[in-house]
């Protein structure tokens, strides 16, 4: 065993609840634990980080980690903390992102070696598929009470909510169903504890009642805290939605510039649960944080093995160097360097103007790129004046005003870029 799992999780401030004698079951021998994804989008977001550390940290300390992906339960939906049924998806669309999900864990779990822990990644649907309503409601439906299941905080709140419309028959077996996964797991692969979010403890525990009913045996319950911003605001979400792990949905710069942007409150409690460093690193770090925070040690540190996780190492030098891009001392190279995705990533929301391609051919003097062309400075005049002081730039460097733009000057064939001094950024769009 290399490691005490909970002591970990416990310092790292990811244990939110957990069954007694858990932490004795665990030291005592190889033990198996699974934690269910929602298999309804072809990708997991940051939102998921913390289930899936939980299941590396797992892996870490010698134990088996076992992947659920709920193709069963993605066709019925979770009440847990929703105030609305989810969409329902059809087999082949659950296959794919199922295949997507695994992708996304490997760079976290190991499913191909040959050690007895390796990961395994599982779909309730293949167990579910052929299990009849009236079995289920024979084997598995008689051994709870609707008494029980009415007790859930998950079922009250949908039930007493304001704002809702009740609860569906659905919705309501879902932690039936959620809890015979685990007896199956508890049976076939040996599975004795479940993780989760703290608005799983509900479900989970009903699975651990089903294990000690049906399974004659002893199931274990284990929840990691649900992340909150020290601003209130929701974690994992940007202005443009969710933040995702795969590159397509969010490229690696948006994904890096999000731990970047953390509050230092946030930045210390982040460090230790997203990254794998180790405490003392840690610790130097808050220390060293501390004492110039102007640096953003903490920011940098996080973004940086997060985004190398998630992504890679590449496209981590790729998001420093697009950082640097708007403030930084970045090059024409550099500058061309940078993919059509990230450079409109790093200049969203940067005013711009349309050029024709025949101006650009021809040349285009830095009068009309700076007025007449573009309304970026308000007039002739006043683009001579900042020409003549130097402070106009063509791509990062400093141009005069004879210079002309042409298509050598072209980022990814199309974009370039204008500033007058540091901080007052404009772009031409070649069309």
Same mark, same amino acid.
């Given at each position: 065993m290399n490691k005490n799992f909970i002591e970990e999780i416990t310092w790292r401030g990811m244990l939110h609840d957990v069954m007694p004698g858990t932490?004795?079951?665990?030291?005592?021998?190889?033990?198996?634990?699974?934690?269910?994804?929602?298999?309804?989008?072809? %990708? +997991?977001?940051? @939102?998921?980080?913390?289930?899936?550390?939980?299941?590396?940290?797992?892996?870490?300390?010698?134990?088996?980690?076992?992947a659920l992906v709920g193709g069963a339960t993605g066709m019925i939906g979770d009440p847990s903390g929703k105030s609305s049924e989810r969409n329902l998806l059809d087999e082949a669309t659950l296959r794919h992102n199922q295949e997507c999900v695994k992708n996304q864990l490997s760079r976290f779990l190991d499913f191909s070696s040959d050690e007895k822990n390796r990961a395994i990644l599982v779909n309730n649907y293949d167990w579910m598929k052929e299990f009849t309503f009236l079995d289920?409601?024979?084997?598995?439906?008689?051994?709870?009470?609707?008494?029980?299941?009415?007790?859930?905080?998950?079922?009250?709140?949908?039930?007493?909510?304001?704002?809702?419309?009740?609860?569906?028959?659905?919705?309501?077996t879902y932690q039936l169903v959620q809890g015979y996964d685990f007896v199956h797991l508890y049976k076939t692969q040996?599975? %004795? +504890?479940?993780? @989760?979010?703290?608005?799983?403890?509900?479900?989970?525990?009903?699975?651990?009642?089903?294990?000690?009913?049906?399974?004659?045996?002893k199931g274990y319950a284990l929840t990691c805290p649900l992340i909150t911003k020290s601003d209130g605001s929701k974690f994992g979400k940007s202005e443009g939605g969710n933040i995702w792990l795969d590159s397509n949905r969010t490229s690696p710069y948006k994904f890096y510039q999000y731990w970047l942007n953390s509050s230092d409150e946030d930045a210390k409690k982040y460090i230790k649960i997203?990254?794998?460093?180790?405490?003392?690193?840690?610790?130097?770090?808050?220390?060293?944080?501390?004492?110039?925070?102007?640096?953003?040690?903490?920011?940098?540190?996080?973004?940086k093995e997060v985004t190398i996780t998630v992504h890679s190492e590449e496209e981590y030098v790729n998001a420093v160097k697009a950082s640097e891009v708007l403030f930084g001392k970045s090059t024409a190279g550099d500058l061309k360097n940078l993919n059509e995705a990230t450079f409109l990533d790093v200049f969203e929301g940067v005013p711009q103007a349309?050029?024709?391609?025949?101006?650009?051919?021809?040349?285009?003097?830095?009068?009309?790129?700076?007025?007449?062309?573009?309304?970026?400075?308000?007039s002739n005049g006043e683009a001579r004046r900042a020409l003549k002081e130097n402070a106009i730039s063509v791509n990062k460097e400093k141009v005069r005003e004879d210079y002309k733009i042409t298509v050598s000057d072209l980022i990814n064939n199309k974009y370039v870029i204008l500033n007058k001094g540091k901080r007052n950024t404009y772009i031409i769009k070649v069309v």
């Open positions: 932490e004795e079951h665990l030291l005592e021998e190889m033990r198996a634990a699974y934690i269910g994804f929602d298999p309804t989008a072809d %990708s +997991l977001h940051i @939102g998921n980080l913390v289930p899936i550390m939980l299941l590396a940290h797992f892996q870490r300390s010698g134990h088996k980690p076992v289920f409601i024979r084997d598995v439906g008689k051994h709870i009470t609707v008494n029980y299941m009415m007790s859930k905080d998950s079922v009250k709140n949908r039930i007493s909510g304001e704002d809702t419309e009740g609860m569906s028959f659905t919705e309501f040996n599975c %004795s +504890l479940q993780m @989760g979010g703290s608005d799983q403890w509900g479900n989970i525990t009903t699975g651990t009642e089903l294990i000690r009913r049906i399974g004659d045996g997203f990254t794998f460093l180790d405490k003392e690193i840690i610790q130097e770090l808050i220390s060293q944080h501390k004492e110039a925070p102007h640096l953003r040690l903490l920011q940098k540190s996080l973004a349309e050029v024709s391609r025949a101006d650009i051919e021809e040349g285009l003097d830095m009068i009309a790129a700076l007025s007449a062309k573009t309304d970026f400075l308000k």
